[in-house]
């Protein structure tokens, strides 16, 4: 335990070195070096506003959008770009998210709803007075935090913008709109607030404090917004003649709120199954709130009703699907199974019957999983406009930055995603996006050069030691034809999931981004694959150090494995 | 040492099941949803042995339903050609069964971390979907008294709904029928505060904690109650620049209470604290409704029928726990012969499915009349829900909630074959049947696709083309049955563990 703590102090530091070195640096030059003013020409250019243009320009000026068309004049101090045979879309929003701001730090002490994941055990809520979980101010704004490694992760992915707020808890804070780049925190706000986002989260039972159930939770977020009018209308009361009346109590949570919905902030309602759906159009009445539903993934089979209701839905893209090392055994239900075939089918469904929807990320792990997903419920019947514009002006227009984000208008922020090709197709790839103005070339992860040589597939037992002492953990491999790793791994410090990684020949290296006190970091193994075992080198922050790797269950496998791969 | 290890036991199962209830919240671990089936506007049974309940049983009679009502009942109707006509030869029919004490239909039971409960209510966490409605209505259960856990003395605010096994939730509800509360005595609200390591125990621990905690939550809803009068007094006499009172979920249904538009229904067993809670209500004056367990009703069956209580009672169920020792299987019929209204019920959804035996158990032990046993388990719930003028027995003008049996349903042969409700065949005991291998290979297919789907995309080489996927199949509702559902299973025997694991769930549904 000690020499852990001294690890993360040392990581800490270096860490914040890092990020100084690295992230800062490059946006130094990206704001004083680098051009701004641009012109993309002779591009298909999909406005999402209007059809797409062939052989279009586009220019950008300080940070905007400033024309669009075939045959505009060109800026002599623009920097042009040939974009023939390449594709220029809006910047894609993820329209609900924590990206740009990283979890609270754990509440010191104080009273129950400190935020964060220790919330409900501090101290139990005996009721709705004592506010359990709630955190309505904070502001998704507020907290941005340019070391959150995701920033960077989904701007690659051409992610622009998203719609982030704090996470956990029943009222966790205040969602406002981020631009993807900037040089200090304030530079990603768009807008701010946006939405109030809820959370149907229980103390977890018997012994944590209200609410313990669902219904407890519901209630309480009547009484709370029940609360909050009442405030409002008996401070009003009180400022007009304070002499002589008791004067109405202060409460942080109330007033945030009351704040907030001054500021029309849209209140995301979770949603996901049909009675999910079905019970918050009831709930949104009742509050007398403008609302969204987030989730929505069984909308295949209220879709109209939604309509008729008039509420938007924020869709999860981490499609349901059976969870991985789940008991053989545990048949799930026909109901489950439909849920998972048609899930996808819902987008499809919404657009049909006239909601306006678009998309949030969920549990994704990459903005690549995120495009997958879209264009699965492509797949399963959307039209691909439909999909690409609830990646973009849809989410906008419901969180009513449409004015000033979402497609490609003059006067519009300049967001955009160059590609080489279709969006939705897997081989397409993101050549360049722009941030508010700022360009940012992307370089796709490596890819192998060479045929793998043998299947690296399978469950590895990777050994080191680091800077802690002897460690181990496992590595859980998935490799495509070409070479291209997927897979986790996992070991004292969690599961995490390999974000970008290949054999080539037989050269091998695959990236995990984990967290470490105060920020997340890229651990790099790399090194060499003989058929039957690993060696080579991790490397994270300022370390390196040796590992090796072999199957826990030794030789067989791994020779049958290589015969088949061959 | 035993009885330690046993408790520990108990908790961990309880824990176990809350960890499993919430599990149920997010993975939809439920079962389809069948489409409503459509009612044809009439229907005839015939042939049948019709158990009214109010008058009588009729041989070879008919029963003819328009628009979910019962329109006539005799030897003979008068049927529109294009009626539906059901050939009930040698069967019997009774009306729908009431559950007076049920927590089907629910995502969650308990909201035990408070004493006092009453801000949360059933009818926002309505499950439609919870295969124990289905199961239930195979069982000829038309309508229950859906409840909140006894973990609190004062608990949430509860519901009468109707099985409408594949409608919304908004569609569940008794149209009509007086919301209730549920009031919880004894060890379940004073030993719901199990003491978790440093966390501090919730009062009360005393049957004196409980009364007091009544009595405390009625003075604040007093209090509340006048707050508003006040209020309202002073701003209809024109005074300008007043604060309202703050409008308090908590205490507004007990001023329900008070104001009798909601019914108390308590969880009680023994004597002393029934008695403790009709001197509360007679000080705040309200009404309890109904007792609910009260398995030591038979020793003040006297002050209950003085009082015009009814009782919600076990037919032979008891010794799960101290408070209920003192029970005897006479507590029904003992209660019924001294004047109380009393129904038998499940507080248990596989109970629930033979609550006809249930009921039958009272003519064996205190001899209760054929009818007098089956209004244990129809008019008499009715009465006590006080929807009796819509549903419990086979009467002209009253709802279409009834059920057909192959035997007497008072005979352990029994077997339901249809149940009704309002009109409309929500269990077919044959189709049932029948529909079962389309299912299961429906069940199949989905699997075997989705388990090719996942293969694929490993597979798959990131540049590659995705092979052609089927557009959504299109899916006609109408085919959608319930999964599970075996009425042809052997009754299960008392299910020890599983009673015992709800008796251990803090506050659970005992």
Redesign the interface.
């Known amino acids: 335990m000690r020499s852990n703590l001294r690890l993360r102090c040392v990581s800490a530091a270096c860490l914040t070195l890092f990020f100084v070195l690295l992230h800062v640096a490059p946006n130094v030059r990206a704001q004083g070096g680098e051009p701004q003013y641009f012109a993309i020409r002779g591009a298909k250019v999909v406005p999402v506003s209007g059809p797409p243009v062939e052989g279009a320009t586009v220019v950008i000026s300080r940070g905007l959008i400033t024309g669009i068309g075939k045959d505009i004049a060109i800026p002599p101090e623009a920097w042009v770009v040939d974009g023939k045979g390449l594709t220029v879309y809006p910047g894609l929003i993820d329209a609900f998210t924590d990206v740009g701001i990283p979890a609270a730090p754990t509440p010191e002490g104080g009273a129950a709803g400190g935020g964060g994941a220790r919330r409900f055990a501090e101290g139990?809520?005996?009721?709705?007075e004592d506010r359990p979980a709630s955190t309505p101010w904070r502001s998704g704004a507020d907290e941005v935090s340019l070391t959150d490694k995701r920033i960077e992760t989904w701007r690659n992915g051409g992610f622009t913008t998203v719609v982030s707020a704090p996470k956990g808890g029943i009222f966790p804070g205040q969602a406002a709109v981020l631009d993807l780049a900037g040089e200090r925190p304030g530079d990603l706000v768009v807008k701010s607030p946006v939405a109030i986002p809820l959370g149907f989260q229980?103390?977890?039972?018997?012994?944590?404090?209200?609410?313990?159930?669902?219904?407890?939770v519901?209630?309480?977020i009547?009484?709370v917004w029940?609360?909050t009018s009442?405030s409002v209308?008996?401070q009003t009361?009180?400022e007009?003649?304070p002499r002589s009346?008791a004067r109405?109590r202060y409460d942080r949570t109330e007033a945030a709120l009351a704040e907030a919905l001054e500021d029309h902030a849209l209140v995301l309602i979770p949603a996901n199954?049909?009675?999910q759906l079905?019970?918050a159009f009831?709930l949104a009445d009742r509050w007398q709130v403008t609302g969204a539903l987030y989730g929505g993934q069984m909308a295949?089979e209220v879709a109209p009703e939604i309509a008729a209701k008039k509420l938007p839905v924020i869709v999860n893209l981490k499609w349901?699907?059976?969870e991985k090392d789940t008991d053989p055994e545990d048949k799930?239900?026909?109901?489950?199974?439909?849920?998972?075939?048609?899930a996808?089918?819902s987008p499809?469904a919404l657009s049909k019957a006239g909601v306006k929807f678009a998309f949030y990320s969920g549990g994704l792990a990459t903005p690549k999983d995120a495009l997958k997903a879209a264009?699965k419920s492509i797949?399963?019947?959307l039209a691909p406009d439909a999909a690409l514009r609830a990646l973009t002006l849809s989410a906008a227009e419901i969180f009513r930055v449409a004015d000033r984000l979402g497609s490609i208008e003059t006067g519009k922020i300049a967001n955009l995603v160059v590609t080489d090709g279709d969006l939705f197709e897997?081989?397409t790839k993101i050549k360049m996006v722009f941030v508010d103005g700022h360009r940012f070339e992307i370089h796709e992860p490596e890819k192998p050069k060479d045929p793998p040589k043998g299947d690296i597939s399978g469950k590895w037992k990777l050994s080191f030691t680091s800077p802690e002492g002897p460690e181990e953990s496992v590595a859980d491999l998935?490799m495509?034809?070409?070479g291209?790793l997927s897979g986790t791994t996992s070991g004292k410090r969690g599961t995490s999931s390999i974000i970008s990684g290949y054999l080539s020949a037989d050269k091998f290296s695959f990236t995990i981004n984990i967290v470490v006190e105060g920020g997340p970091a890229d651990v790099t193994f790399s090194g060499t694959f003989d058929g039957t075992s690993l060696k080579g080198n991790i490397s994270v922050l300022s370390y390196s150090f040796e590992f090796t790797g072999v199957k826990p269950n030794a030789s067989s496998s791994a020779s049958v494995n290589l015969g088949g791969a061959q | 040492v035993r009885t330690l290890s046993k408790f520990a036991a108990r908790r961990a199962r309880?824990?176990l099941q809350?960890?499993l209830c919430?599990l149920c919240?997010t993975?939809?671990?439920?079962?389809?949803?069948a489409a409503p089936p459509d009612a044809p506007s009439a229907i005839v049974i015939q042939n049948a042995t019709i158990l009214t309940v109010s008058h009588g049983n009729i041989e070879h009679g008919s029963i003819l339903i328009k628009d979910g009502k019962i329109a006539e009942v005799g030897q003979s109707v008068k049927a529109p050609k294009d009626a539906q006509v059901i050939d009930a030869a040698g069967q019997f029919v009774m009306p729908g069964i009431i559950d007076c004490h049920s927590h089907i239909a629910i995502?969650?039971?308990?909201?035990?971390?408070?004493s006092v409960?009453s801000?949360?209510?059933?009818e926002?966490?309505l499950?439609?979907?919870d295969i124990d409605i289905y199961r239930d209505v195979a069982g000829g259960v038309t309508s229950a008294n859906v409840l909140h856990g006894s973990?609190n003395a004062i608990g949430?605010q509860t519901l009468v709904i109707k099985l409408r096994w594949g409608q919304?939730?908004?569609k569940l509800p008794f149209e009509g029928a007086l919301p209730g509360i549920k009031f919880a005595l004894g060890e379940n609200p004073k030993r719901?505060n199990?003491s978790?390591p440093g966390?501090?125990r919730r009062y009360p621990t005393t049957r004196m904690g409980v009364e007091e905690t009544i009595r405390a939550a009625f003075s604040e809803a007093r209090d509340y109650e006048k707050a508003w009068l006040d209020y309202n007094k002073r701003s209809a006499a024109g005074e300008k620049?007043?604060?309202?009172p703050?409008?308090?979920?908590?205490l507004e249904p007990l001023v329900e209470v008070m104001e009798g538009k909601r019914y108390v229904h308590a969880h009680c067993y023994r004597e002393d604290e029934i008695l403790m809670l009709l001197r509360v209500a007679k000080e705040f004056g309200f009404k309890v409704r109904t007792f609910q367990h009260i398995l030591e009703g038979y020793k003040v069956a006297d002050e209950l029928a003085a009082d015009g209580v009814g009782a919600s009672t076990f037919s032979d169920w008891w010794a799960y726990k101290v408070e209920a020792y003192d029970a005897i299987p006479y507590n029904a019929a003992v209660m019924t012969r001294r004047g109380v209204i009393v129904s038998i019920n499940s507080d248990d959804a596989e109970e629930a499915t033979h609550l006809n035996q249930e009921a039958a158990k009272t003519m064996k032990y205190g001899g209760m009349t054929h009818d007098e046993a089956l209004k244990m388990v129809t008019l008499n719930p009715a009465i006590q829900l006080g929807i009796d003028k819509r549903v419990g027995t086979i009467d002209v003008g009253k709802d279409a909630d009834i059920v057909i049996y192959n035997h007497d349903p008072l005979s352990a042969y029994a077997v339901v074959q249809k149940t009704m409700i309002d009109g409309r065949i929500y269990f077919d005991r044959q189709q049932d049947i029948a529909a079962r291998p389309e299912?299961e290979k429906?069940?199949k297919a989905?699997?075997d696709?989705?388990k090719k789907a996942?293969e694929k995309k490993?597979?798959?080489?990131?540049?590659?083309?995705?092979p052609e996927?089927k557009?959504?199949?299109e899916?006609k509702p109408e085919e959608k049955k319930p999964?599970?559902k075996k009425p042809e299973d052997k009754p299960k025997p008392p299910q020890a563990i599983a009673d015992d694991a709800a008796d251990a769930l803090?506050?659970g549904a005992l």
């Open positions: 139990q809520a005996r009721g709705p229980t103390s977890g039972g018997f012994g944590g404090g209200f609410p313990s159930s669902i219904m407890g519901l209630a309480y009547h009484q029940l609360d009442w209308e008996a009361i009180y007009k003649n009346m109405p199954n049909s009675i079905r019970r009831e295949y349901p699907e059976a799930p239900s026909l109901r489950t199974l439909q849920f998972r075939d048609r996808p089918s499809a264009k797949d399963a019947g897997e081989k998935t495509d034809k070409d291209t | 309880a824990l809350n960890a919430a919240l993975a939809f671990a439920i079962p389809l949803h995502e969650a039971v308990n909201e035990g971390s408070i409960s801000i949360v209510n059933m926002e966490v499950n439609p979907e973990a949430g919304p939730a908004s719901s199990f978790f966390q501090p620049n007043l604060i309202p703050r409008r308090d979920l908590r299912r429906e069940k989905l699997t696709k989705l996942g490993e597979e798959r080489k990131p540049g590659e083309k995705k996927e557009k959504p199949e899916k999964e599970e803090p506050g």
